[in-house]
């Protein structure tokens, strides 16, 4: 009897405590005001809506503490605000947004909050953790030594990953940036993938996951999907959800691949909140706080003292123009980048990656002398090619006149083929230096 008395009192009193509402004074735009609630920023408050059984509308529309004012909170919400009006009751629920964490996350599907969108079981048994997190702190962040590989050859080989690094995957749109992370998902030697769809079209995320991702991929990931339809707050939220649930399992000791796709969108999220909040536009539109979020958020992948993370973010180029302000703010503050040529996409080069525009900076740390060797003379023929293309193709270029350019001809078909990799195809590190090696040739001065 005893026992019983111990485990439900606590949440009879709970049920029995008074609660203590407050009220909404104004929405407007992507804001509300509440007031007689004591909370904090970053707190998360309940709107009481009252809807019917027979109403589309949620009984409760979640916000989040953005300000706290002396005469209330400004609070921004994280679902519809349609049919919300002053005089409504709030109630506190309790502190941050929370998410759960564990291994039975994988193969799941969540919401940019968190919550299961599959269908599958309930995660109620596991346990919840606030989303915000503290960053490692820098002097106890061991250094980037371990290669990971990633199945793509271009990759592994040009730009090589090491356990911890982040790389920023930059292109415009419509160009590979989505299926060559879903070839990474399957292909990387890492244990676990967490995968965030931010800003993503509703019509491509089964798509994504069936066909890309595929059964064996989605089986050691866990995915969350904020849609472009989503309110602004859950798409900004779901890359810290993301980011969390992979700390997660880097605090277990565990190396993750974490994937967002794309780090543009969740800055677009911010600029609408931003700008809504009165913030003035600056470079192209975006407010300050777009520029102090992204380290805040990048900052957290990364290695730790146990496990590591290892980010990988599409930024989404406007117009393809590479100084686009997301990118070159993401370039500042990533371990590399990856650039996705439209030439190589449009003429069916898959991945359609530009290794002379692309870099790593952990290379010297991850590869030998050797694999470094083969890696710079592979990159010296395609500069070489690319210096000569023009005067081939018009019949202009004299053969000896370069002896890098005259290998490279010859070698182009074998290069290309190295380069070129099948979605279903993903390669094993070992076998990507053992055919590059044999394409330069063991002989040749590098």
Known sequence: MSDLLTRLLPAALDVAAPRTLGTVGEVMGLQLTISGLDAAVGDLLAVETTAGDDSCQPDEVLVEVAASTSTGLVCLPLGPTTGLRSGMLVRHTGGPLTVRVGDDLLGRVLDGLGRPIDGGAPLDHLPLVSVEHPTPDAMDRPRIVHPLGLGVRAMDALVPAGRGQ?????????????????????????????????????????????????????????????????????????????TRIAESFRDQGKDVVLMMDSLTRVAMAQREIGLSAGEPPATRGYPPSVFALMPRLLERAGTAATGSITGLYTVLVEGDDMQDPIGDTARSILDGHVVLSRRL????????????????RVNSAVTTREQRGDATRLRRLLAAHRDVKELVEIGAYVRGADPDADTALALMPAINSFLRQDMDDPTPTDETWARLHALVGEDEDV
């Open 166 to 242: 982040r790389v920023g995957v930059m292109a415009g749109s419509g160009v590979g940036k989505s299926s060559l992370l879903s070839m990474i998902a399957r292909g990387t030697d890492a244990e676990v993938v967490v995968l965030a769809l931010v800003g993503e079209r509703g019509r491509e995320v089964r798509e994504f996951l069936e066909n890309d991702l595929g059964p064996e991929g989605l089986a050691r990931s866990v995915v969350v999907v904020a849609t472009s339809d989503a309110p602004p707050v859950e798409r900004l939220r779901s890359a810290f959800v993301a």
């Open 345 to 360: 996409a449009t003429s069916g080069h898959f991945p359609a990656i530009d290794v002379l525009e692309s870099i790593s």
